[in-house]
C-alpha cells in the first residue's frame, strides 16, 4: 500500500509547528496504525531525520497512552477502538492521511504528536478516589450488597481509559465525558456516596480551571470514546452536582 | 450572578432553563398567531388581552425580555469561552463524522434568530410600545389583525421570515431536547423527548412559516 503521510511536526511545546507530508510505501492492511509509523519512523531515521514522536505503551486497547487526531477524528475513523487498534486495511492505496495531535488548550503539544495530558490526572487528583481507613481496620468491599445495575453501570464508567478522545473530538474541547465517567463510577457505589459532595465539586471546579470548554452535547465524545463511555454519565454529574451545590 | 455562574456546569443549566422557558414562550406566541388565519375576532380578543393584561405586561413581558436578553448573552459567553478552549485549530476536522450540523452551529443558527428577533421587534413590539407608552392612543381591541396582516405584504419581508423560521428549526432540534441533558435528565424517556423535539422542531416553525405565507397570499 502507497501512501501520504501528512504529519505535525514540532520540535517543542514553546517553537511552531507545521504540517510536514511524507511519503511511505510498502505498508501491510494488517499492521496497526502505530506500526506504519514505526516504519516511517525506521526510514527517517535511516536517512539521518528526526523520528515522529507518537504516544504509545500497550498497543493493545487498555493503557490509553496512544492518541493521534487521524483524518480529523480522535483514534482514526473507525469506532470503540484506540489507535494502536487501528488496522490499515481500514484505508485505501493511495490514500492521503492527515495525522495531527490531540487540540486543546488543557492538552500543550510536547513534541510532535505528543500531548501534555496531565490535566486529567490533576482532575482525578482532585476528587477521584475514595478514602478509606488502612490502619487494619479496613472492611472488605465485597461485604457492602451493591445491586447488579449500579455496579454495572459503574464498572462501564470505570472502563474509561483517559486517552483524552473525548476533548479532542469535542469542537469546545470540553472534559465532561472524562470527568463525569470518573464521577459516575464513584458516585454510583456506596463505598463512593460518603464523599459525593465534595467529590463533584472538586472535580468540576478543577476541569474548569484547566481550562477545558462547556458541553453543547453534541455526542461526538460519546461516538468516538474508544470504550463506549454513555452521555448518561455526562446527565448523571450534571444531577451530583447540581444537588451538591444545594448542600453548600 | 456572575458568582452563581462561576462553574460550566451552572452556565449550561442556566442557558438549558433560559432556553426552555424561551420555548414554552415560543408554543404560546404560536398558539394565539395560529388564530389569525382561523378567526379574526378570536385573534384580536387575545392579542388584546396579551397586550392589555397587567400580570402579562408588567411581570411576564420583563421576564420574557430578560430570558431572551440572557440566553444570547449567555450562548455568545459559552462561545467565546469554547473557542478560548482550543487555541490552535485543527488542519482537518471532521465534525460531521461524529455530530449533527444543527448541535455544532447553534451560535449561528442562534446568531439569525437574534437578527430576526431585531426585525420582528422593529415590525411588532416598537410600534406597539409607541401606540401605548409614548403616543399614548386609545385603546382599540380591534387594531390587533390589520396591524399584523400588513406587515406580511411585502415579499421581502416574508422571505425573511421563512429564513429566520428555518433556523428556529434548526436552533430547536438540538436545543430542546439538549437542554434536559444539560440539566441532568437523561433516563428510559429520553428517546422519546428526542422525537417529541422533533416534532416540535419542524412542526412549530412550519407552522410560523404557513402563517406568514398565508397573510402574504391573502393579500395578493
Given at each position: 500500500m502507497k501512501l501520504t503521510l501528512k504529519i505535525w511536526r514540532q520540535e517543542n511545546k514553546d517553537t511552531k509547528g507545521k504540517m510536514v507530508t511524507y511519503p511511505i510505501d510498502?505498508?501491510?492492511?494488517?499492521?496497526?496504525f502505530l506500526e506504519m509509523l514505526d516504519v516511517l519512523n525506521e526510514e527517517l531515521v535511516e536517512k539521518g531525520e528526526e523520528p515522529v514522536e507518537f504516544d504509545h505503551d500497550?498497543?493493545?486497547?487498555?493503557?490509553?497512552m496512544c492518541s493521534l487526531q487521524i483524518n480529523g477524528e480522535p483514534h482514526g475513523p473507525?469506532?470503540?477502538?484506540?489507535t494502536c487498534q487501528?488496522?490499515?486495511?481500514s484505508f485505501k492505496d493511495g490514500d492521503t492521511i492527515v495525522i495531527e495531535p490531540f487540540r486543546a488548550k488543557a492538552f500543550?503539544?510536547?513534541?510532535?504528536?505528543?500531548?501534555?495530558?496531565?490535566s486529567f490526572d490533576r482532575i482525578q487528583q482532585a476528587g477521584g478516589y475514595v478514602s478509606v481507613?488502612?490502619?487494619?481496620?479496613t472492611i472488605d468491599a465485597n461485604a457492602i450488597p451493591v445491586n447488579k445495575h449500579d455496579a454495572d453501570e459503574s464498572f462501564n464508567a470505570a472502563t474509561?481509559?483517559?486517552?483524552g478522545a473525548c476533548v479532542a473530538a469535542c469542537k469546545n474541547a470540553s472534559a465532561m465525558l472524562f470527568t463525569s465517567a470518573k464521577v459516575s463510577q464513584y458516585a454510583l457505589l456506596p463505598q463512593g456516596r460518603i464523599e459525593a459532595v465534595d467529590r463533584v465539586k472538586a472535580m468540576v471546579r478543577q476541569m474548569d480551571e484547566e481550562g477545558f470548554g462547556n458541553c453543547s452535547n453534541t455526542g461526538a465524545c460519546e461516538i468516538e470514546c474508544p470504550k463506549d463511555i454513555s452521555l448518561e454519565n455526562i446527565a448523571r454529574m450534571n444531577r451530583e452536582y447540581l444537588m451538591a451545590t444545594t448542600k453548600g | 450572578m456572575g458568582g452563581l455562574l462561576k462553574s460550566s456546569i451552572a452556565r449550561k443549566v442556566a442557558m438549558a432553563l433560559s432556553g426552555l422557558f424561551l420555548v414554552l414562550f415560543l408554543f404560546q406566541h404560536f398558539s394565539i398567531n395560529f388564530t389569525s388565519v382561523i378567526c379574526q375576532d378570536t385573534f384580536n380578543e387575545l392579542s388584546h388581552f396579551m397586550g392589555t393584561n397587567f400580570f402579562v405586561q408588567a411581570i411576564l413581558q420583563p421576564i420574557l425580555i430578560f430570558g431572551v436578553i440572557f440566553h444570547f448573552i449567555m450562548g455568545f459567553v459559552l462561545e467565546i469561552k469554547n473557542r478560548n478552549a482550543r487555541t490552535y485549530s485543527y488542519v482537518?476536522?471532521?465534525g460531521a463524522a461524529n455530530s449533527s450540523w444543527m448541535s455544532r452551529n447553534m451560535i449561528y443558527s442562534g446568531a439569525v434568530i437574534l437578527a430576526f428577533l431585531c426585525l420582528h421587534f422593529y415590525d411588532f413590539w416598537f410600534p406597539e410600545i409607541s401606540h401605548k407608552y409614548i403616543h399614548r392612543l386609545p385603546e382599540d381591541p380591534t387594531r390587533y389583525y390589520e396591524e399584523t396582516v400588513?406587515?406580511?405584504?411585502d415579499l421581502w419581508r416574508v422571505i425573511l421570515y421563512v429564513i429566520s423560521f428555518i433556523f428556529l428549526m434548526l436552533h430547536l432540534l438540538h436545543g430542546f431536547s439538549s437542554s434536559f441533558q444539560s440539566m441532568g435528565w437523561n433516563n428510559k424517556y429520553s428517546k422519546g423527548l428526542r422525537g417529541f423535539t422533533v416534532a416540535f422542531a419542524i412542526i412549530i416553525p412550519l407552522g410560523f412559516i404557513f402563517i406568514a405565507l398565508f397573510h402574504y397570499f391573502n393579500q395578493l
Open positions: 510498502g505498508i501491510e492492511g494488517d499492521m496497526s500497550c498497543r493493545e486497547g487498555i493503557c490509553g473507525n469506532r470503540h477502538i484506540t487501528l488496522h490499515m486495511r500543550p503539544v510536547v513534541k510532535d504528536l505528543i500531548v501534555d495530558r496531565s481507613n488502612t490502619s487494619g481496620n474509561c481509559i483517559g486517552c | 482537518k476536522y471532521n400588513v406587515k406580511f405584504k
